[in-house]
Structures are given as structure tokens and as C-alpha cells.
């Protein structure tokens, strides 16, 4: 007992640089809430339920922090902050996971089954993530601030967003992976037909871009009337959309007068 609580507090110096010194970190609630817990858990395991509930939530009147005797937390598990922490009574939690404060890791079910999430090892929950359900969070993954999870999320990988999608897998950001892995379902809760769109208007404007160069290169003198041209129709119109310009200019050359090489009149 005192040598895990030795390591819960080295955990803290480590994982947390505002801690200076033994008395500020016996100020923390979520060391406290740790502790109480450590107890209660033990005793839930040895069917005094009663009195297990009743050191929980002295706990959470102490600390803000309500963790269900029945939750299964491994080894270095720190708390940062922790105001607002819920954890369900099915809920595991591995070897060194950081949590911030106003995470909560709660039940869909009413049945009496598994029915709060599995964290993996080295877990990062970010503040005021919402894990949901019998989901697994894999080995060294991050959630964002304020994300919601449903499914679950593999091992090191980075979800955000309300629901959570991945961001980062494997070390390699979404935008970044070929355009069949982003359309395979099977990666998880990206977004698609967000990042197609990105592409989509990332490649049009490489496409103006390269077509603006070959004005120039191919048609230099022509160049500076197209983009004048260009700057007017926009001015008068908004943003025109490039096709739009072209099939205008084409219409006002049918309608202009057609000069030879030496400025005569045909």
C-alpha cells in the first residue's frame, strides 16, 4: 500500500511540472481522490459495498471527484486539476493515464454488464472528453478536449471532435494518407467528405496557380490584360468562379473586332 502511493506521488513530479514540492502535491484532489479510492476499491472486492460507496463519496464531497469503487485503475494514474471527473463502475483503466479534469467515462446501458469504457495504457484524456459505452480506448492514444467517444478508438491514435474522429494514426496526420485508406470505413470516424473537399479546393487553386504561370510563359503580353480582365469581373461580381471568367472572355473575343499583324482593319 504505501509503495504504490510512494508512486502515485513520483508520478505526479512526473507527469505534472507545476508540482515543486511533497506539500504541494499533498494538495492535489486528484492524489486524494486516488487514495480514497484505492481504499474503497478494496473493500468492494471484499463485498462491503456499503462502506466502499460510503469513502467514494466522502471523496467526491472532498475532492469534486466521484470514482465508483467498482473501477478497476492500474498503476501511476494521475488526475490533473480533476474538478468534475466521473468514473463509472465498469470502467478500466491500464498503467499510466493522464487524465484532465471534466472527463467523465460513463454508462449507455441500464443492464447490469460491462457498459463504461476500457482505457488502454499510456492514454491521454483530454479536459472535458466524454467516453461512452463499452468502448475500448487502444495503448497510447490521445483524445481531444472536449471530444465525444462512441466507438472505439485504436491503438495511438488521435481522435477530436463531437463525435470523435481521427486526426492522427500512427503518427501520420489524416491529410496525409492515401485518398483509399481516408474512404475506408474501416479507419474509423474520419471525415471523408471533409478532406475530399479540402483536396478539391487545395487542387484548384494549384490548377489556377499553373495556369496563370503558362499565361505568362506561353502568352506574356496577353497575361496582363487577362488578369486586369480578371481583377474587373471579380470586382463587379464577387468571387467569380474561374470557369465562369473564361466562358466571358470568350463571348466578348467572338463580339471584339479581329486585326491583322500590321494593325489594319480586316
Known amino acids: 500500500m504505501f509503495k504504490t ?13 507545476a508540482a515543486n514540492t511533497i506539500f504541494e502535491v499533498l494538495t492535489y484532489a486528484g492524489l486524494w481522490a486516488l487514495l480514497h479510492h484505492r481504499v474503497a476499491h478494496y473493500l468492494y ?3 462491503f459495498r456499503f462502506v466502499a460507496r460510503l469513502i467514494s463519496q466522502w471523496s467526491r464531497f472532498l475532492t469534486n471527484i466521484e470514482i465508483h469503487p467498482g473501477a478497476q485503475i492500474g498503476r501511476r494514474f494521475f488526475i490533473d486539476h480533476g474538478a468534475g471527473v466521473v468514473i463509472g463502475e465498469t470502467s478500466i483503466i491500464g498503467d499510466d493515464v493522464l487524465m484532465y479534469h471534466q472527463v ?45 467517444v462512441t ?16 486526426l492522427v494514426q ?6 496525409e494518407r492515401p485518398m483509399f485508406q481516408i474512404m ?17 479546393i487545395t487542387e484548384i487553386s494549384e490548377l489556377r496557380c499553373r495556369l496563370e504561370a503558362l499565361e505568362e510563359n ?20 464577387g468571387d467569380l468562379p474561374l470557369l465562369e471568367f473564361f466562358k466571358r472572355m470568350s463571348n466578348e473575343e467572338e463580339t471584339k473586332p479581329t486585326e491583322n499583324v500590321h494593325g489594319a482593319g480586316i
Open 170 to 175: 500512427g503518427g501520420v496526420h489524416i491529410s
Open 104 to 148: 467523465t467515462l460513463g454508462g449507455t446501458s441500464m443492464e447490469r454488464t460491462k457498459r463504461h469504457p476500457t482505457i488502454g495504457n499510456n492514454v491521454l484524456l483530454g479536459m472535458g472528453a466524454k467516453v461512452l459505452g463499452n468502448v475500448t480506448i487502444g495503448d497510447g492514444a490521445r483524445v481531444g478536449a472536449n471530444s465525444v
Open 218 to 237: 506561353v502568352q506574356p503580353e496577353v497575361a496582363p490584360v487577362l488578369h486586369a480582365h480578371q481583377r474587373e469581373i471579380a470586382e463587379q461580381n
Open 184 to 200: 475506408d470505413m474501416a479507419l474509423g470516424a474520419a471525415d471523408p467528405m471533409g478532406e475530399l473537399l479540402r483536396r478539391a
Open 45 to 47: 472486492k471484499k463485498r
Open 5 to 17: 502511493v510512494r508512486e502515485d506521488i513520483q508520478t505526479i513530479f512526473h507527469k505534472d511540472p
Open 151 to 166: 466507438h472505439n478508438v485504436p491503438p495511438y491514435t488521435t481522435v477530436v471532435g463531437v463525435p470523435a474522429r481521427i
